[in-house]
């Protein structure tokens, strides 16, 4: 439940929200008692955390729609923000600096990819297998929850121009959304070392660098756009931030977000 609770905290996150309240669904073949204490309790969890309420939720139980083990659950979240504080993407200025936060594993995006390279649903005893460079399981680290950004960007908020949830679509998508038109974001992949899981992805699959960086997070999980002048202040108020690249200039029908280094 932690996963998706925190997808959509770092998804209104952008716009300079907190998290109010959430709403969740779950959808399954049968009721079963234990497995909605389990995901209810994680969600629960996951919203203390960030201080947002639980307030309810839908359960559906359909037979004829989910087989007996499976389940949907989704999330729906309602955050504020003073209309004086939104995050607008005009804003945005070229020179501007783009720091980044890094990932837990995944966060929610990827998954097909992955089960398409390792066979999963033929192969499930591929998740045994130990990641290289690690001391887990492939299974496992597929299995680390979705991080939160609020704590660690609460406060910098009032002093950065933008944020880019990196979700699907990866850098090529969600940077951009933060920047006016006509900016880019050229992005220096050599700035961070790209984390074993992924390399083992890459490297099992023979997935070409490009496909990589638009389906996966690669190890970044949010951008933040500073302006120049504030990058040593942001960069010691959040723990773990690192400056990736810079807000530049592009003409119309070029890509917005250029990776350097690839």
């Known amino acids: 439940?932690?996963?998706?609770?925190?997808?959509?905290?770092?998804d209104i996150l952008p716009a300079g929200a907190r998290p109010l309240f959430f709403?969740?669904?779950i959808g399954l073949s049968r009721f079963d008692p234990d497995k909605i204490?389990?995901?209810?309790?994680g969600l629960a969890k996951a919203c203390a955390d960030a201080g947002c309420a639980l307030l309810g939720g839908e359960?559906?139980?359909?037979?004829?729609?989910?087989d007996d083990d499976?389940?949907?659950?989704a999330g729906f979240i309602v955050g504020t923000v003073r209309k004086d504080a939104l995050l607008r993407p005009e804003n945005t200025s070229e020179g501007d600096v783009i720091l980044a936060l890094k990932s837990g594993g995944l966060h929610t995006n990827g998954y097909s990819l992955v089960r398409s390279v390792f066979e999963t649903d033929q192969n499930p005893s591929v998740l045994a297998t130990n990641v290289p460079e690690t001391s887990h399981t492939l299974g496992e680290l597929l299995?680390?929850?979705h991080l939160s950004y609020l704590d660690a960007l609460s406060p910098v908020?009032?002093?950065?121009?933008?944020?880019?949830h990196i979700t699907g679509g990866s850098f090529y998508k969600n940077i951009p959304r933060a920047l006016a038109d006509g900016l880019g974001a050229d992005v220096d992949v050599s700035t961070w070392e790209v984390p074993p899981l992924f390399k083992f992805i890459q490297e099992s699959g023979n997935v070409d660098d490009q496909e990589m960086f638009r389906v996966f997070n690669m190890g970044v999980g949010m951008t933040i756009i500073v302006e120049p002048g504030l990058v040593d202040d942001v960069l010691n108020s959040v723990p773990g931030a690192f400056r990736v690249g810079?807000?530049?200039k592009r003409a119309e029908g070029e890509a917005r977000t250029k990776l350097i280094g690839l």
Do not use: F, Q
């Open 59 to 66: 359960t559906a139980t359909m037979p004829d729609i989910y």
């Open 157 to 164: 908020l009032d002093k950065i121009k933008g944020l880019g």
């Open 70 to 73: 499976d389940y949907d659950l």
């Open 37 to 41: 204490a389990e995901i209810v309790s």
């Open 143 to 145: 299995l680390r929850p």
């Open 1 to 10: 439940g932690a996963s998706i609770v925190n997808h959509c905290i770092n």
């Open 23 to 25: 709403l969740d669904y």
């Open 246 to 248: 810079d807000v530049v």
